[in-house]
């Protein structure tokens, strides 16, 4: 569906920051048009991005362009839960302007956190701010007991087509 909905490949890689702050190739299902950050540049996307396909908002909404990141789990790069990786370019600009913002690399990233069933907008101005405040909760906080209430919220919120 992917290939017949527009050019370019199924998978989509990106170079992401994991534990301790070591780059590494994150995988997902391509919901954007091929190339799609080389007229931009980097850039958060929207929900009403046009750079994202028709497959691609389908895919979005049920959080299945996130399934090729079980390869990062079995590889030992990401963790079910865990902040989620953020790409180097936005990770040196939000350190500049947030204290302890590079605190997050603690911990392995995850497929999702407690950022991630928290009912914000990471796009706002405030976002990466109380992005942070919820991936330090979690640092502080981690245990098997928060892991399984952060993965039963990821499905409440994926079947409810709520949160971020």
């Known amino acids: 569906a992917i290939k017949l909905d527009s050019k370019g490949p199924v998978f989509f890689q990106q170079e992401r920051l994991g534990r301790h702050g070591r ?3 994150l995988f997902k299902l391509r919901t954007m048009v091929n190339d799609a950050e080389k007229k ?4 958060w996307a929207s929900a009403d ?5 028709g497959v691609g908002r389908i895919l979005r909404r ?6 090729p990141q079980l390869f990062n789990i079995l590889k030992g790069e990401m963790s079910f839960v865990g902040p989620r990786p953020i790409r180097k370019c936005f990770e040196d600009e939000f350190a500049k302007k947030i204290p302890f913002y590079h605190l997050r690399h603690h911990v392995t990233p995850g497929a999702t956190g407690w950022a991630q069933i928290q009912d914000f907008d990471p796009r706002t101005e405030s976002g990466p701010q109380e992005r942070l405040q919820y991936d330090l909760y979690y640092i502080q ?3 098997l007991w928060l892991d399984m209430q952060i993965i039963l919220k990821t499905f409440g919120t994926i079947l409810f087509r709520k949160g971020v």
């Open 49 to 53: 991005d046009s750079r994202i396909t």
């Open 23 to 25: 780059p590494f190739v």
């Open 62 to 67: 049920a959080r299945l362009d996130e399934l």
């Open 40 to 43: 931009t540049g980097p850039k």
């Open 141 to 143: 906080h981690q245990s």
